[in-house]
């Protein structure tokens, strides 16, 4: 009689719809993502919005069908603004430029030449002192005694050899007599010719004491700038001393060591051998700031191996004391000067297969792909071989939109040099439409090779 009680309780714990407490109902399935075909999705989103924003942004740069503007305004279905500058008639300075070290003309270890007690210093360091100037003074007082003794003794002997010339003198008229032998003669004449010697002897001892006395005072050997005192007043120097007193530089004038390559020693022995100077102009590490103008003055016999360079020296009077010893300078030097060639400025020339090329703007504001064969440049400017003529219109900025044939507006530069509002001629405003010439006064130029671009 159990059984069917057992039976309901078991039935209801598995009714699934038991509310009584303590009964669990089963629970309902879910719907389970396998996470594969998450990343998938996000990946699929990822890239589809690269390409919508890759495909958006040069439809915006190049100004596509939707309207969008490029960098300078205008679509595509519009002409194109560019900023344009003329081909001018001009003078290329040609430059070869490398890094130099200053060396003075000469440089000189003051040492003393005799040993002694430094009584004085003569110099303010940093000095710049004449040639002759005295530098220092070294105790002469034992250098005064021996000079006194030499005098002494150069006395002395002098008096032995009045005192053997008489005796010689008595001695030939004795032997003209037969008084005396002959032996004794030529005795007394070898002793005058002794006392001779003596005499002489302590006259270079003399001699000697007295450049001694030339010695302790100490005077600049070149006229130049001293530096730091090595040896204090009150300590013994001698001429053994590695360091001497003082390190004396001519600066005035001063040189400037640098290397070119040796592919235009040619042109350099040349100019040389011309007797038509060479300028020379050297700056300082950043290229801005000249420091002093000069000529070369030589080039060394050799070329160095290691690196295919040789060494050229410039001369420069470095009045203003701009230039110091082995300090680095940049130098440029003005091996040549193309005058009354075509010039254009360096930010219109491309480069493609073909070479060196230019658009040209045509009459009927269309462009055109033109071949051109380039020189040496300097600064923003290249001189312009073949391909040009002056006064033809080339586009320096926004050439890399066009394709032959492109439909173009000229557009005035801006201060910087940008197309900005519409304009005719384009030819006003930056500093190349204010003259074809040279760089202007005070402005570094810029290093050119000579070799075709």
Known sequence: MRFPTLFNATHRMSSPHSDEPGLESPRKPRFRVRPIYAIGAVVLVLLGSIYWYNHRSEAQRFGGAGGGRGRFGPGANGPLPVGVRPAREGDIHIYLGGLGTVSPLATV????????????????????????????????????????????????AKAQLEE???????????????SISRQQVDAQRALVTQDEGMVQTDQAAIDGAQLNLTYCHVTAPVSGRVG???????????????????????IKPITVLFTLPEDNIPQVVTRLASGDPIPVD????????????GFVSTIDNEVD???????????????????FPNQFVNVQMLLDTDEDVTVIPSS??????????????????????????????????????????????????GADRLKEGAKVIVQAPNRQGRPGGQGASGQGGHAWGQGGGGTGSGQQPAQATGNSH
Not at 122 to 144: K, S
Not at 282 to 293: C, E, F, G, I, M
Not at 309 to 318: C, D, E, I, P, Y
Request: no cysteine; glycine share 8%.
């Open 109 to 156: 270890t003051v040492k003393a030449q005799i040993s002694g007690v430094l009584m004085k210093v003569a110099f303010q360091e940093g000095q710049m002192v004449r040639e002759g100037d005295l530098l220092a003074v070294i105790d002469p007082r034992p250098y005064q005694v021996a000079l006194e003794q030499a005098q002494g003794q150069l006395q002395q």
């Open 164 to 178: 053997a010339r008489n005796d010689l003198d008595r001695y030939v008229t004795l032997s003209q007599q037969d």
């Open 228 to 250: 730091l005192r090595q040896v204090d007043a009150g300590n013994y120097v001698t001429p053994g001393d590695s360091n001497g007193l003082v390190v004396l530089a001519q």
């Open 282 to 293: 050297a700056y300082d590490r950043t290229q801005t700031v000249k420091l002093a103008s």
């Open 305 to 323: 191996p290691t690196t295919g360079t040789v060494k050229v020296r410039a001369l420069f009077a470095n009045g203003d004391a701009k230039l």
């Open 348 to 397: 219109a020339v491309e480069r493609g297969d073909q070479g060196a090329y230019v658009y040209l703007v045509k009459p009927d504001s269309t462009v055109t792909a033109r071949v051109v064969e380039l020189g040496p440049s300097e600064g923003e400017r290249v001189e312009v071989k073949s391909g040009l003529a002056v006064g033809d219109r080339v586009v320096v900025d």
